[in-house]
């Protein structure tokens, strides 16, 4: 079956992408209702250019989050971005909104999402898995890869073999706006730490787990 569950996609800006997942950040959620879809839209332009004080965080955004401006791998700040997202019912009803600080971090040619909130819609992912605790922070990881296909996909035998067997789920939205089926590889690790939610998103990276589990370590302790 093609997932029509929505989640806004890193690197993206402006678009509302779809991913079927219910939601990454956390098992902690705000106390909605059934959610059938949960969008996300980022600001095309960036709220901050240059990296914030943790001042500037608290008076826009209400919560303050750690801030690193260069990790150790070499990934820098690029720019912060808005993020608003909204939780629906099947008939299109508004169940909640949230709001985020996306930090968007480059190395070369590869880009990283770091996400941060004080809170999330939704729950999280069943396939989501602690694998680290780091000062008694609990950090948890998840990756999957995503097909995404055009309006009026018929999946043919194979898709339904693939999709059964986990190797891909499926997905259609306005962030194919092709007649092209494009497979995406996602990567998510996600944290709680004194109130706030985050979560690294790589689409198509080298960076492994242990790579990630290692920069949230920089976030952790960048006090």
């Known amino acids: 079956m093609i997932n029509n569950k929505t989640h806004k996609l890193p690197f993206r800006k402006g678009l509302v992408a779809t991913l ?9 959620a705000l106390a909605v209702g059934h959610i059938y879809s949960l969008v996300g839209k980022s600001s095309t332009k960036a709220t901050y250019t240059s990296i914030p004080t943790t001042e500037q965080v608290k008076k826009d955004f ?22 608003n997202k909204k939780a629906f019912d099947k008939e299109n009803n508004v169940l909640g909104k949230s709001k985020a ?22 729950k999280s ?7 680290d605790t780091y000062k008694d922070i609990n950090i948890s990881y998840e990756a999957f890869a995503q097909k995404f296909v055009p309006e009026g996909y018929k999946m043919t ?5 693939d999709e059964k067997s986990g190797k891909y789920t499926f997905s259609v939205g306005p962030n ?9 590889k996602f990567k998510f690790l996600t944290w709680k730490q004194d109130g706030v939610y985050y979560s690294f998103t790589v689409q198509d990276s080298n960076l492994s787990m242990n790579d990630l589990v290692k920069m949230a370590h920089e976030v952790i302790d960048a006090k």
């Open 62 to 83: 209400n919560f303050t989050p750690n801030i690193v401006s260069e990790f150790s791998n070499g990934y820098k700040f690029k720019g912060a971005y808005t993020v």
């Open 125 to 131: 992912s069943d396939n989501l898995k602690v694998v």
């Open 176 to 184: 194919n706006e092709s007649d092209k089926v494009e497979v995406n």
């Open 157 to 161: 035998e194979q898709d339904k073999i």
């Open 20 to 28: 079927a997942i219910t939601l990454i950040l956390s098992t902690t």
């Open 101 to 122: 600080l996306s930090f968007e971090y480059k190395n070369g040619n590869d880009e990283i999402s770091l996400d941060t909130a004080n809170n999330v819609l939704g």
